[in-house]
């Protein structure tokens, strides 16, 4: 970049204007947007739900390998996510930012460049926010709106005995791209001369760095008329997320390895740092993929979609949450999912 | 305290469930909280309002002279405010928690006391929120939604020539407070076995610590039929936010000096440490009290609360944005309110 204009200089209320000055309405519900002190939003004849997620530097996200812009994007991709996985459709935004001085504007710029496009790419309207400065560490929360039809939104916790487990597209691709980004990330540091080799790795590191979420399945449900059992976004590994379901409805599963999908980008870029691939699937995180359960009646119209695994089925809770291995053998589901805690 | 769990050993899910033990929803809009990818909210007939905060440790609060209970309070308070500067009617809130490993489990359950006693006395739920580690730091970010009957929200950009400008309850106490808690804070640091000396300043130091909402303030209005022609809250200084109704309404002000409401107790507070009480309901800032305009019709209306005073009225934008002090000079009103991005 060749300029830099120091954030202060502007101040809060011109930052704020800076920043939207472009924003374009999308929504008729979307009455009033950002300037005043709240956002006005008109939901007549349908629920309307709220998500949230927090993110920080050195924790979710390191500045050395993410770009700007696709933090921006992924920021309000993680939030949709989780509407979605309540087979909603995400309406409005808010976005809260804690900014330390190494951010300039120009560098906040590239930021919003991504948070525009998704909410672009996804017909989301940006109403609202707080900026702030940050001692140390670029802060990030963004909050999600969005609406259902009255009562068809799914929870985790109504899975029923017999129902079909079943996710979208391929799991464990970020893990293994997080996996590379570091590699890289230390190579460098220890010479900085040498340029990174993602070469032929585009597909994991673009699923951590520019991950999407699964509106084509919630528009697929709609036109199948598919009302899922229970449903939730995988973040922290297919593991934790199917015990949730498994704990959050009172039942058991059988989950099947060979069944787990994995990109066979993935599969090959696993097999370089001589990890497995469906470890990656079970214990990585950030798919942002939708697992969900669906009643057997629904089995054939689930099959023609190709975005979407049957992986397994839902059982009586006695007989516990259980993975049958490619060589048939039977264990006890763990969940390594990443513990934001630690 | 005589305990202390590290918050990583309950693990994420762990702590949700923990820390949201208790809850009861108290809005039958609020059809599912806590514990799933979104909460859902049934908003029919009504517009939502949509507002967020995010509050970060040294920037925002001390914690060395801010109780973990009042942290937890002021924090849904701030947000409250926002909501009812729009005339609407909080009812949902969700909050995020970045949490450094110096906070314990019994410092968080204190806090969230204060999160639980906010709800309580405001009749909102808390319907969902994200918790993660931080490195550095106790990160809070709140949104707030409330509901308001379609089409009396109220923005900042509406005043009218004419109307009377219009303040709830008293100003600057918050500030003062401020400098009594910084004063004692470099006391006991220079001389830890010093007490601090808040004899007789509980109020300013309460206003600060523990700031309520004007609730009070909407519900007259509709008990009253009063439709205020602009609002908003109070939070950065008198000040700045009446600029940004002159601003966003295109119009100037006259503003009395000798009109501002300031508490007895600030009045006298302001003069131990010399400065003036004027200056500090002006530029001070976080009172949370309510800043609009009515029209000249509501006159007699408004003057029946004795919780309101009438500080002024809107002009042309041509005749400035204009004070007139005590000994009657004429001065320009300037915004010194607090920058958070300096």
């Known amino acids: ?55 920080l530097e050195g924790v979710h996200f390191d500045l050395m390998y993410t770009p700007l812009k696709h933090l921006g994007y992924k920021s309000v991709i993680v939030n949709l996510s989780d509407v979605y996985a309540m087979n909603a459709t995400p309406t409005q935004i808010t976005i809260s930012l804690g900014l330390s001085n190494r951010i ?30 940050s001692q140390k ?52 540091l220890e010479s900085p001369g040498v340029q990174p080799d993602l070469e032929g790795e585009t597909y994991v590191v673009g699923r951590l760095l520019k991950p999407e979420a699964r509106k084509d399945i919630i528009d697929f449900f709609a036109e199948q008329e598919i009302q899922p059992t229970s449903m939730m976004d995988v973040s922290d590994g297919l593991s934790s997320e199917i015990l949730h379901i498994c704990k959050q409805s009172n039942l058991g599963c059988v989950l099947y390895e060979d069944k787990i999908p994995v990109a066979e980008e993935s599969r090959l870029a696993a097999f370089k740092f001589e990890i497995d691939p469906t470890t990656c699937a079970l214990s990585g995180g950030e798919d942002y993929e939708l697992l969900f359960t669906v009643s057997q009646n629904d089995y054939e119209k689930i099959s023609a979609n190709a975005n979407i695994s049957v992986i397994g089925y839902m059982t009586e809770v006695g007989e516990g949450s259980t993975i049958i291995t490619k060589g048939g053998g039977r264990h006890a589901i763990t969940a390594q999912g990443w513990n934001p805690l630690k």
């Open 1 to 55: 970049m060749s300029e830099r204009t120091e954030i202060s200089d502007l101040g809060e209320f011109g930052l704020i204007e800076h920043l939207t000055r472009n924003v374009e309405l999308q929504n008729a519900s979307s009455l009033l947007g950002v300037g005043d002190d709240a956002a006005v939003i008109d939901h007549f004849g349908k629920q309307t739900v709220v998500t949230t997620d927090l993110l």
């Open 104 to 133: 300039s504007l120009e560098a906040l710029d590239e930021f919003y460049e991504g948070v525009y496009a998704a909410c672009s790419h996804y017909g989301v309207d940006l109403v609202g926010g707080d900026t702030t400065t």
């Open 137 to 188: 560490g670029f802060v990030i929360s963004v909050t999600a709106i969005g609406e259902v039809i009255p009562d068809r939104f799914v929870k985790r916790s109504t899975a029923q005995k017999g129902d079909l487990l079943c996710v979208s597209g391929d799991l464990g691709a970020a893990y293994i791209g997080l996996l590379f980004l570091e590699r890289e990330k230390k190579i460098f």
